[in-house]
């Protein structure tokens, strides 16, 4: 049963860098068909930020372009998200996901906060 557990939120001011890790367990990250970074902002719907593919593949929402980064490392079997040139919009819950086709599994969530 795949497992995942974020880390590397915290307050950062604005301008400011953070990178997220996403640590699985129960498969490996490679051949899980899509692994994505979500986020969640009060009052709003929780929206992909960005995605890797089995294959090394990536994509981004146009407003993080640029600005964040997904990669990941099979040897620790965890998916980052370095997060550069933050700003106060960017506050949220992210929230890792491991697509597996039939399903999607989540973590918990980490707050980043980014102070203006």
């Known amino acids: 049963q795949v497992q995942l557990v974020e880390s590397g939120g915290g307050l950062v001011q604005a301008g400011g860098s953070l990178r997220l890790s996403c640590a699985a367990s129960?498969?490996?990250?490679?051949?899980?068909?899509?692994m994505g970074w979500y986020r969640e902002a009060p009052g709003k719907q929780r929206e992909l930020m960005a995605g890797?593919?089995?294959?090394?593949?990536?994509n981004y929402v146009d407003s993080v372009k640029g600005r964040f980064t997904i990669s990941r490392d099979g040897a620790k079997n965890t998916v980052y998200l370095q997060m550069n040139s933050l700003k106060p919009e960017d506050t949220a819950v992210y929230l890792c996901?491991?697509?597996?086709?039939?399903?999607?599994?989540w973590g918990q969530g980490t707050q980043v906060t980014v102070s203006s």
């Open positions: 996901v491991a697509n597996l086709g039939y399903r999607r599994v």
């Open positions: 890797i593919s089995s294959g090394g593949a990536t």
């Open positions: 129960g498969s490996s990250i490679l051949n899980i068909a899509l």
